[in-house]
């Protein structure tokens, strides 16, 4: 099984309870921590796993932002790409807290990712269908 098969497995299968980021540690204690962060990345640019999306963005949280490098600009282009708008505060709110932690900014600041030039150039691309 491919290390993506398996957190889609762990995100598809866990309990209303289980904390994703909990679930996923012996994944990132066997595989590595960057491994298991670009087979996240690949899950959110996949068009074909929108379940999994909201899980990635969770693991994200609970597992990465600030205990491992992150390339900052395309996770916060991603977040955008994936849940700005759809509607739902909580994920919006998740989206937020992850993007305010990569770029250093202040929860409640005026930071817009969508005006931060690389940002928005990694948006238009994933919108024009380079994933």
């Known amino acids: 099984m491919s290390l993506t098969d398996s957190i889609l497995r762990i995100i598809r299968t866990r309990g ?3 904390a994703l980021g909990e679930l996923v540690q012996p994944l990132m204690a066997s595989e590595g921590l960057e491994p298991v962060r670009d087979a996240l990345l690949a899950i959110l640019r ?16 609970e597992s990465f932002v600030g205990r491992c490098e992150l390339p900052a600009d395309e996770v916060i282009a991603l977040l955008c790409f994936r849940f700005d708008g759809n ?3 909580a994920d919006e709110n998740l989206a ?36």
Do not use: C, F
């Open 16 to 18: 209303a309870e289980d």
């Open 46 to 61: 996949d068009d074909s796993h929108a379940e999994a999306w909201r899980g990635v963005m969770e693991i994200i949280w």
């Open 87 to 89: 509607g739902n505060d």
């Open 96 to 131: 937020w807290s992850i993007t305010s932690n990569l770029k250093h900014r202040g929860y409640l600041g005026e930071y817009d990712p969508r005006h931060d030039p690389p940002i928005r150039a990694r948006i238009e691309a994933l919108k024009a269908g380079q994933r």
